[in-house]
């Protein structure tokens, strides 16, 4: 699979490690200019670097994108330093679990607060950046749990199925403007966040998160007239995820 995305730019949020990290260094190998973001300085000067040694471009601003603020202030400085806007990578994202009864109001509000309100606003910033080129990419990272359940994971669950509501919607919104939008679902990812989510989980069932930053590029190579709504990947064994 061969995707050239030269002279294309592409903003990654949760870009400091994990798939985040994965999707960054595969959208950066294929020639596009990267602004990352996620919320610790030190992890995206590691992601920069790399793309950099390899003879890349690459930005960064650390930013809470749970917080409007955060939002404005990313977008506020992709803007300065790129002004058109061809991907974006929604791929920030917090997991917890615990049965529904126990749950705390407060994890609640604070996973809505990531996995969907951070992931609304930068869809509409971008939006914002890409309606008036008439082009671009939108590719929101989600997950099984997307469109399955499992148990003690309610609250992270309908976080994810949120994420797949705005996704379905704003895929038929966006079409007019010839802007794609598509989200791709993983099963269990050997990362910090399934780890923190299932850590019963046997790591070597684990996909890799070369897996998922593999199915972007895949969506990437499409021609533009072809319109993915979604990928759902699992790790090929008999693990029920």
Do not use: W
């Not at 992890?43 to 003879?55: D, N, Y």
């Not at 809505?112 to 509409?124: D, E, H, M, P, Y």
């Amino acid at each position: 699979m061969i995707t050239d995305l030269s002279g294309k730019v592409a903003l990654v949020t949760g870009a400091g490690r994990g798939i985040g990290r994965s999707i960054a260094l595969a959208l950066a190998g294929a020639g596009a200019r990267l602004f990352l973001t996620a919320r610790s300085t030190g992890e995206l000067e590691s992601v920069a670097g790399e793309i950099r040694a390899e003879g890349g471009e690459a930005d960064f601003l650390a930013a809470d994108l749970s917080r409007s603020e955060g939002v404005e202030a990313v977008f506020s400085a992709f803007r300065r330093r790129y002004g058109a806007l061809d991907l974006l990578v929604n791929n920030a994202g917090l997991g917890l679990s615990g049965p529904l009864m126990e749950f705390p109001a407060e994890s609640l509000e604070l996973l809505l607060a990531i996995n969907v309100k951070g992931l609304f606003l930068c869809c509409q910033q971008a939006m914002r950046l890409m309606v008036p080129a008439r082009r671009g990419y939108i590719i929101n990272i989600s997950s099984v749990v997307g469109f399955k359940g499992y148990a003690n994971q309610a609250a992270y669950a309908a976080s994810k199925h949120a994420v797949m509501g705005i996704t379905k919607s704003l895929a038929v919104e966006a079409q007019p403007h010839g802007v794609r939008v598509s989200a791709i679902l993983p099963g269990a990812v050997d990362t910090g966040l399934m780890e923190a989510l299932r850590p019963d989980l046997d790591k070597t069932l684990l996909m890799k998160p070369q897996d998922v930053a593999d199915a972007v590029m895949f969506l990437l190579s499409l021609s533009e007239t072809a319109a993915v709504d979604e990928i759902y990947i699992r790790r090929r064994s008999s693990a029920p995820f």
